[in-house]
T-cell receptor, first 112, second 110 residues
Framework: DTEVTQTPKHLVMGMTNKKSLKCEQH?????MYWYKQKAKKPPELMFV???????INESVPSRFSPECPNSSLLNLHLHALQPEDSALYLC???????????FGPGTRLLVL | TQLLEQSPQFLSIQEGENLTVYCNSS?????LQWYRQEPGEGPVLLVT???GGEVKKLKRLTFQFGDARKDSSLHITAAQPGDTGLYLC??????????WGAGTKLIIKP
């Protein structure tokens, strides 16, 4: 089983809203990632968690706040987003850092 | 800046034709992944190549990793409309980060 699940699939939010994206994997992977993908572009890395600790923050604005409650779950908390933050948000996991990453189906986010 | 140049960026061919997509870099990768992505969906892993010179086959798809582990190719034989999609290569360094190609949008016309 190489499944990574993400909820919700679609999300529309206003600039004053607070929402959360969720990601789950049950493959025993110890590295989990958040990516942002704009149309016709490859994914851009946002955060990396390794063994439930944040190891990489690619200079992401503080309006994005990641959280790793346990080894299977990864959340991305959203607050005071801007319209330019509208994108496909992808979660991925790998056995360990640097190994093959498996992606979830993504959350399509629209900020109005 | 580490780059992975992917070509062509767009390819539209008739069903039954063959095609090759290339990914080239000046960097050495510990592994390289090929993904296929549908609009609005996450990338789906097709293959990981690790060893220089490695060739892997997935039905009509043949993946090759260069001897120096700096480049890779994807060859599709007798393309089918179901092969239509965005193909992405991503090279992995010994750290966590993937270096992505820009993608190849492939359209197979019936």
């Amino acid at each position: 089983d190489t499944e990574v699940t993400q909820t919700p699939k679609h999300l529309v939010m206003g600039m004053t809203n607070k929402k959360s994206l969720k990601c789950e994997q049950h493959m025993g992977h110890r590295a989990m990632y958040w990516y942002k993908q704009k149309a016709k572009k490859p994914p851009e890395l946002m955060f990396v968690y390794s063994y439930e600790k944040l190891s990489i923050n690619e200079s992401v604005p503080s309006r994005f706040s990641p959280e790793c409650p346990n080894s299977s779950l990864l959340n991305l908390h959203l607050h005071a987003l801007q319209p330019e933050d509208s994108a496909l948000y992808l979660c991925a996991s790998s056995q360990d850092r640097g190994q093959t990453q498996y992606f979830g189906p993504g959350t399509r986010l629209l900020v109005l | 800046t580490q780059l992975l140049e992917q070509s062509p960026q767009f390819l539209s061919i008739q069903e039954g034709e063959n095609l090759t997509v290339y990914c080239n870099s000046s960097s050495v990768f510990s592994s390289l992944q090929w993904y296929r992505q549908e609009p609005g969906e996450g990338p789906v892993l097709l293959v990981t190549v690790v060893t220089g010179g490695e060739v892997k086959k997935l039905k009509r798809l043949t993946f090759q990793f260069g001897d120096a582990r700096k480049d890779s190719s994807l060859h599709i034989t007798a393309a089918q409309p179901g092969d239509t999609g965005l193909y992405l290569c991503a090279g992995a360094h010994s750290n966590y980060q993937l270096i992505w190609g820009a993608g190849t949008k492939l359209i197979i016309k019936p």
